[in-house]
């Protein structure tokens, strides 16, 4: 019985609201690790122009429409549904070269990255539509006329155009933070593994969750895509430097201003500390950690080490550790239990990691491995893009060239020795700026000064040793709520970063003009906006409380009883509160004052509306300032004012800010905070009986 022979899958563009195939048959593209064709792939005929309008007039439109936590919730949704879709994907997966170990940073680190956006977008920013970012700046003596920063959701498309070496993460973690500032996106990935893009996109796209605009990608060439952006749209880049300049200059995005990030190449470092001998734990990690950083989908990784820094001493050391785990690696097809490390994307980028070995070999010598031999458990190495680990060493990397400025993007790293910490972080910043460079020690003082020293010409370090042995992510990971970029030649730009990364796709506005108009864009009452004083707004549920809903208190006089109380209640005796001529001794005081926090205690007492209602519990202050000292004597009286709504999507409750000024009989201000509660959205609660 003959063998049924799998059709490739001619991959096809979703465009302006439908699945689109480029004119002819395409192009093949190949197993990895069998060399067979797996995909077709051409956008020759596609519309992209018209792409790009109809992205910005349908997808942005309704991204708009929604609001912060619409969006987040939106996201959070079909993170879950992906989740559930998993085997698919990495079975797809196989494909690439990439074994399943491999593959989960990709697979579920893409989808762990986007559910990561969508519950830092609920947590730390509000549940509107445009964004109030930083405090209100006084413009005038009066408090007439102020200033506020806002950012809105650019009004074009984000375009993302990806690397080969990971098909999903590096799609997820660039249209998270866009979809979630509210801009549709264009997914762009590399042709190599596009076909797992394209899969995983389809599924997104059937699960009707993304509102129709959102999400659209081009399998195969770009063709004159930004060639039609504009000053609204975004681009971001991943992949070579080379290409990456090429793109950045096209005259569309020089003209008008676009917004471009690239991470590009990079010879990101790895050192070990001069304390961090043979027998340390930090010796056995940073060996370990060279290894894996080496192995890891074939060593095809944008963070992979690939200069391994150590103390002059230890040099063979390092030599024979990591030499005898690369032995033990096995090479071979990647959907193989027994397979550690599979295939890199195509023979012709095995070809070249062979030719960058070539001219590494100027200043460095192969230590293990081979340039030419393969060792495999199972594949066959003329048919699929096969190499073993290859570790060098340079003896003089001070007067070496190549290793500090060719990238060979496989598995391979160069060994090299410094004399002390200012050489090792000479050595690293060789590399003319990397994504991540890596120091492992126990010694506090090489910590500070190696890290010192390497900032800035990195967009990440990592300090590993016994203590976050169980815990670190280590050397090569990415994570959503740090940056990953790095400057000089890794790029200069930042992606991630948490809610950093989300601004990125947003216009950043300052408004001027009076309290009242302010309040009014941002949703945030601000000092002399207007005032609604009628029952007490804890009284009131989220449908009926209104921004600038205010209530003023009684007045409570502070006396020495309240203080000595307070502090032999508290145990808090600081002898400003206790000894009159010790206060009187200090530079503030004229006296003995009251507490800050028996002020902000009395506070509630005063503003506080004690029968059960809407407010369901009190979860912090923000910004707590005690502006004037209060002494024995002194009243105080307190301003509460509705500063911010923030409902929580989905739930029965929101947040509520409310500006605090607590002020003396002077009308001095002695504190001002932000009071947080939650409140029901009504009452009494539908679950209440």
């Given at each position: 019985m003959k063998d049924t022979v799998v059709k490739p899958r001619r991959l096809e563009s979703y465009l302006a609201g439908a699945w689109r195939t480029g004119a002819g048959e395409g192009s093949p593209i190949a197993n990895a690790a069998t060399g067979e064709v797996h995909a077709l792939i051409g956008t020759d005929g596609l519309d992209f122009k018209g792409a790009l309008e109809w992205g910005r007039s349908v997808g942005g439109a309704a991204l708009r429409k929604m609001t912060i936590h619409d969006r987040a919730l939106m996201l959070k949704a079909l993170g879950l549904k992906l989740l559930d879709m998993r085997d698919e994907f990495y079975a797809e997966n196989y494909a690439t070269g990439a074994t399943r170990k491999d593959g989960w940073p990709d697979v579920d680190g893409g989808i762990g990255t986007m559910l990561t956006f969508a519950s830092k977008a609920r947590r730390e920013l509000p549940n509107v539509k445009v964004l109030a970012e930083g405090p209100v700046e006084p413009l005038s003596a009066d408090g007439s006329f102020v200033g506020q920063h806002i950012l809105s959701p650019m009004e074009g498309v984000a375009i993302h155009i990806n690397a080969y070496n990971f098909p999903v993460w590096g799609m997820l973690e660039k249209i998270a933070p866009s979809l979630i500032a509210g801009m549709p996106c264009v997914v762009k990935p590399a042709s190599q593994t596009a076909y797992l893009t394209e899969l995983v996109v389809r599924r997104m796209l059937e699960t009707g969750l993304l509102p129709e605009g959102a999400l659209q990608i081009v399998t195969g060439s770009a063709g004159d895509m930004l060639d039609h952006v504009t000053e609204q749209d975004v681009v971001t880049f991943t992949g070579s430097a080379t290409t990456g300049r090429m793109l950045r200059t096209k005259s569309a995005i020089v003209n008008n201003s676009v917004r471009f990030t690239m991470e590009a190449d990079s010879l990101n470092a790895s050192i070990l500390g001069a304390d961090a001998g043979p027998g340390t734990p930090e010796f056995d990690l940073f060996v370990r950690e060279a290894a894996r950083e080496m192995t890891t989908k074939a060593g095809q990784r944008c963070t992979a080490i690939r200069r391994i820094v150590v103390p002059k001493a230890h040099e063979q050391a390092v030599i024979e550790a990591i030499s005898a785990r690369l032995q033990q690696v096995p090479v071979g097809l990647p959907q193989d239990e027994s397979t550690r490390m599979g295939a890199l994307v195509s023979l012709s980028d095995r070809d070249g990691v062979r030719e960058k070995i070539r001219q590494l070999q100027e200043d460095a010598e192969i230590v293990c491995g081979s340039l030419e031999d393969v060792r495999l458990t199972t594949g066959d190495a003329s048919a699929g893009a096969f190499m073993?680990?290859?570790?060098?060493?340079?003896?003089?990397?001070?007067?070496?060239?190549?290793?500090?400025?060719?990238?060979?993007?496989?598995?391979?790293?160069?060994?090299?020795?410094?004399?002390?910490?200012?050489?090792?972080?000479?050595?690293?910043?060789?590399?003319?700026?990397?994504?991540?460079?890596?120091?492992?020690?126990?010694?506090?003082?090489?910590?500070?000064?190696?890290?010192?020293?390497?900032?800035?010409?990195?967009?990440?370090?990592?300090?590993?040793?016994?203590?976050?042995?169980?815990?670190?992510?280590?050397?090569?990971?990415?994570?959503?709520?740090?940056?990953?970029?790095?400057?000089?030649?890794?790029?200069?730009?930042?992606?991630?970063?948490?809610?950093?990364?989300?601004?990125?796709?947003?216009?950043?506005?300052?408004?001027?003009?009076?309290?009242?108009?302010?309040?009014?864009?941002?949703?945030?009452?601000?000092?002399?906006?207007?005032?609604?004083?009628?029952?007490?707004?804890?009284?009131?549920?989220?449908?009926?409380?209104?921004?600038?809903?205010?209530?003023?208190?009684?007045?409570?006089?502070?006396?020495?009883?309240?203080?000595?109380?307070?502090?032999?209640?508290?145990?808090?005796?600081?002898?400003?509160?206790?000894?009159?001529?010790?206060?009187?001794?200090?530079?503030?005081?004229?006296?003995?004052?009251?507490?800050?926090?028996?002020?902000?205690?009395?506070?509630?007492?005063?503003?506080?509306?004690?029968?059960?209602?809407?407010?369901?519990?009190?979860?912090?202050?923000?910004?707590?300032?005690?502006?004037?000292?209060?002494?024995?004597?002194?009243?105080?009286?307190?301003?509460?004012?509705?500063?911010?709504?923030?409902?929580?999507?989905?739930?029965?409750?929101?947040?509520?800010?409310?500006?605090?000024?607590?002020?003396?009989?002077?009308?001095?201000?002695?504190?001002?905070?932000?009071?947080?509660?939650?409140?029901?959205?009504?009452?009494?609660?539908?679950?209440?009986?």
């Open positions: 073993n680990p290859v570790l060098l060493h340079c003896a003089d990397p001070m007067r070496a060239e190549n290793v500090h400025s060719i990238e060979a993007f496989g598995p391979v790293a160069t060994v090299m020795g410094y004399e002390d910490a200012a050489q090792a972080v000479e050595i690293a910043r060789m590399g003319r700026g990397s994504l991540v460079s890596s120091l492992f020690t126990n010694d506090t003082d090489i910590t500070a000064e190696i890290v010192g020293g390497l900032a800035t010409f990195h967009g990440r370090v990592l300090v590993g040793n016994r203590e976050t042995a169980k815990s670190s992510t280590g050397h090569g990971s990415p994570l959503a709520a740090l940056i990953h970029g790095g400057p000089g030649r890794a790029g200069g730009g930042e992606e991630m970063g948490g809610i950093r990364g989300v601004k990125h796709f947003m216009q950043r506005t300052a408004v001027q003009g009076s309290p009242r108009m302010l309040s009014a864009i941002t949703g945030q009452w601000i000092e002399g906006a207007e005032t609604r004083a009628d029952i007490h707004p804890f009284r009131k549920s989220l449908a009926e409380l209104r921004i600038g809903d205010q209530i003023v208190t009684a007045a409570r006089q502070v006396s020495k009883d309240d203080v000595e109380h307070f502090a032999n209640f508290t145990g808090d005796t600081f002898y400003a509160h206790m000894d009159s001529a010790a206060a009187k001794a200090n530079p503030f005081f004229d006296d003995r004052v009251a507490h800050g926090y028996l002020i902000v205690s009395f506070a509630a007492g005063l503003f506080v509306e004690p029968n059960p209602g809407p407010v369901l519990a009190n979860y912090g202050v923000d910004n707590l300032r005690f502006m004037t000292p209060v002494y024995f004597g002194d009243t105080l009286q307190v301003r509460l004012t509705c500063k911010e709504i923030n409902p929580r999507a989905g739930g029965d409750y929101g947040e509520v800010r409310w500006d605090c000024r607590v002020t003396n009989q002077n009308d001095e201000v002695v504190a001002q905070y932000d009071v947080l509660t939650m409140v029901a959205k009504t009452w009494p609660l539908e679950s209440a009986e």
